[in-house]
């Protein structure tokens, strides 16, 4: 048989060639739940920020998949066990890691559902997904939920030096630009091994896990936590938080997209699990639902919700500012004054739930290295040694202590 028939290539242009067996990663791919990733944006509204961030968590989970597949190579080469059904496994639940995000990734997360992280809805996607392939995900969802008495195997999908996170490093410092962000995956992950069931790092490796510590905190300060990223975030928050306001007061808005007004006018929570209703509508949801709807309320006679969708459409963004935390309380209540002398000039409504969706505070938090929580560990003769004692430079404990900056996101014309 032509070996070519049992394979699927993509090209991916961070990774190169990308191999994928047909059969059941096919089926899974090619699966609407599953294509539904390709109208999703990796980095939200950073593609305001940085043009060429366009990537869908369709190519994310595609290119983290491979890596497992080198990885796999790799450790079996280094004569770690690992059976076809385990190799398998690992690859799905790489491939499915991302699979319950919704619109724009992370940007409307909790604002959608009451006490909702997307973790619940990928394991509840899965479980869905196993029942309709009749089983042939259980291996896959056991290392998912650390459940497989491989622990290594789950490490790869999530831990400090995941499979997830080396794809994804990789993948928005080519597509935003931001060099600083780049990771030598390669060296990281040749070093890879298993001693006493957990991934460690040969010594050859250990400057390559000290960039990819560095290009962490590094992407975190550039990309995912810049400023004007964060105000993007705040302005599409106040829009849906807007919106839900009127809706509960009765005001008739138009709603082009089904699921969205479904969610926007019940009141699901995942505080206890995530339900079938919840999942089906959640699902239909992509990345077009909030443009298109975007683009009807911006026609609203809500003069505030109509402001805040033609801000965003037209790019006309809030500013961030970052203060010390002992000067925020002031300069809220600084703002907040006058935010609402801007409004009134303008014949707009001035209460307090008006004024907060033109001023938000809040606080940005960065870990590069999660020492206390979860430790990486080098291989030094035959001895596992945790990171930072590993290393000659001290300021990888210094990368250890979480940076937490207050903000506030205010109107630029004040």
């Excluded at 905190?217 to 995912?224: A, F, H, P």
Aim: glycine fraction near 4%.
């Amino acid at each position: 048989m032509d070996r070519s028939t049992q394979y699927k290539i993509f090209n991916d242009p961070v990774h190169g060639f990308i191999t994928i067996p047909k059969g059941l990663m096919m089926r899974l791919i090619d699966h609407p739940y599953f294509q539904r990733l390709r109208r999703i944006r990796q980095l939200g509204l950073a593609y305001l920020v940085f043009p060429a961030a366009e990537h869908s968590r369709f190519s994310h989970a595609v290119g983290a998949m491979e890596l497992g597949q080198r990885v796999i190579k790799n450790l079996r080469e280094k004569d770690t066990t690992i059976s076809e059904a385990e190799a398998q496994g690992t690859m799905i639940a790489l491939l499915l890691h991302d699979i319950g995000h919704g619109p724009l990734s992370h940007t409307l997360e909790h604002v959608l559902v009451k006490d909702f992280h997307h973790e619940q809805m990928t394991l509840k996607v899965m479980e869905s997904l196993n029942r309709e392939f009749m089983g042939d995900l259980e291996l896959a969802m056991a290392i998912f939920e650390n459940r497989h008495p491989k622990k290594f195997l789950h490490q790869l999908v999530s831990s400090q030096l995941d499979l997830d996170r080396l794809d994804y490093l990789k993948r928005d410092s080519f597509f935003t630009g931001v060099s600083e962000g780049a990771v030598g995956i390669n060296r990281i992950l040749k070093t890879m091994r298993v001693f006493n069931g957990n991934v460690v790092i040969e010594r050859k490796g250990i400057y390559a896990v000290e960039n990819y510590i560095l290009a962490r905190r590094l992407m975190y300060m550039q990309v995912y936590l810049h400023k004007t990223v964060l105000a993007a975030d705040a302005l599409m928050g106040a829009i849906f938080r807007r919106v839900k306001w009127l809706l509960d007061a009765g005001t008739v808005l138009p709603m082009p997209s089904y699921p969205l007004s479904q969610l926007l006018t019940g009141s699901f929570s995942a505080r206890k699990g995530v339900s079938d209703e919840l999942m089906e509508l959640y699902l239909q949801l992509d990345d077009h639902d909030v443009f298109l709807s975007l683009k009807q309320w911006a026609k609203a006679s809500d003069p505030v919700l109509a402001d805040l969708c033609t801000r965003f459409l037209n790019r006309s963004l809030f500013r961030t500012t970052f203060l010390p935390q002992a000067e925020m309380e002031q300069a809220y209540e600084d703002l907040k004054q006058r935010t609402r002398q801007y409004l009134a000039s303008r014949g707009m409504p001035e209460d307090d739930e008006t004024i907060a969706c033109y001023l938000h505070s809040d606080r940005s938090y960065s870990e590069a290295y999660k020492y206390r929580q979860e430790q990486l560990w080098i291989l030094d003769d035959g001895k596992a040694v945790e990171f930072s004692k590993a290393v000659d430079a001290q300021h990888i404990m210094a990368l250890s202590k979480p940076v937490i900056k207050p903000y506030l996101v205010h109107l630029k014309e004040i």
